[in-house]
């Protein structure tokens, strides 16, 4: 891990780093030794570089003494997080030995990582089963403006068949069809009326502000956590879908 202080030479920006944003570094450097080794790394081993048992008296020390106890900490603290990650995985026959995982080999630059990093935070088991491949893959590819399109398609598509509406309609006059105040096939009538109101509002508004853009022209969504926020209001919008089927008798 000598090579560490190369690229974070100064010590206080090291300690200020995060686990993952030095885990972001450390599986850069190991990336570049598996291609001059065997691809094996041992905790132990790359701190011993940093900080050998020996006495070597023509050999600088990369960082100051008196730090390290906190590096040290740093360090594991980054190895743990690549761990946690499935980054580094047990290598074969183990002997505390681990190697790159196949997802890790994937992550080449800065952007893959902080794509990795932005998948982990959209759990596959968290999305509605209608749209939890199509959407999570594409998000996992880095194609956000794909994924939040699917997740809108897919309210689309379910509010047509728990309705039972046809082809004919779509995007924002499906949901205004669909959840018409007054005799909508998914409208609440319990509700009270701004309720009624505010419901079919929000499926319209929904689906005309992120599907119906989507499916007329290129939009270029290149913002992850906008993406994100898109899925979760379509995940949201499909669950309200599913508890008006079931009262309608139309849940598959």
Same mark, same amino acid.
Request: charge should be neutral; charged fraction near 35%; aromatic fraction near 2%.
């Given at each position: 891990m000598v090579?560490? %202080?190369n690229i974070i030479p100064d010590v206080q920006v090291?300690? /200020?780093?995060?686990?993952?944003?030095l885990a972001?570094?450390?599986? %850069?450097?190991? =990336? +570049? /030794? +598996? $291609?001059? %080794?065997? #691809? /094996?790394f041992q905790l132990n081993t790359l701190l011993h570089e940093l900080w050998p048992h020996y006495q070597d008296p023509n050999r600088k020390h990369t960082y100051p003494r008196q730090y390290e106890s906190e590096?040290?900490? &740093?360090i &594991? +603290? #980054?190895w743990a997080w690549l761990q946690v990650q499935g980054l580094l995985v047990p290598a074969e026959g183990s002997g505390g030995f681990y190697r790159l995982s196949r997802r890790a080999r994937t992550i080449a630059t800065k952007v893959d990582f902080t794509n990795f990093k932005l998948g982990r935070l959209l759990p596959k088991e968290m999305l509605h089963p209608k749209i939890a491949d199509l959407v999570w893959e594409a998000f996992m590819r880095g194609e956000f403006d794909g994924a939040a399109f699917q997740a809108m398609k897919g309210v689309e598509v379910a509010v047509r068949t728990a309705a039972g509406l046809g082809a004919e309609l779509i995007g924002v006059k499906l949901m205004r069809k669909a959840f018409a105040p007054e005799d909508g096939p998914l409208t609440d009538m319990m509700a009270e009326a701004g309720e009624r109101q505010g419901r079919v509002d929000l499926f319209a508004g929904a689906i005309g502000s992120y599907k119906n853009p989507h499916s007329h022209r290129d939009v270029n969504l290149d913002d992850p956590y906008e993406a994100l926020e898109i899925v979760f209001l379509a995940n949201h919008l499909l669950r309200?879908?599913?508890? =008006? &089927? $079931?009262?309608r008798g139309t849940q598959p």
């Open positions: 090579e560490l %202080s090291l300690l /200020r780093l995060t686990a993952e944003e972001a570094t450390m599986l %850069s450097l190991f =990336r +570049e /030794r +598996e $291609k001059h %080794s065997q #691809g /094996r590096i040290t900490l &740093a &594991a +603290e #980054g309200i879908v599913d508890a =008006r &089927a $079931k009262a």
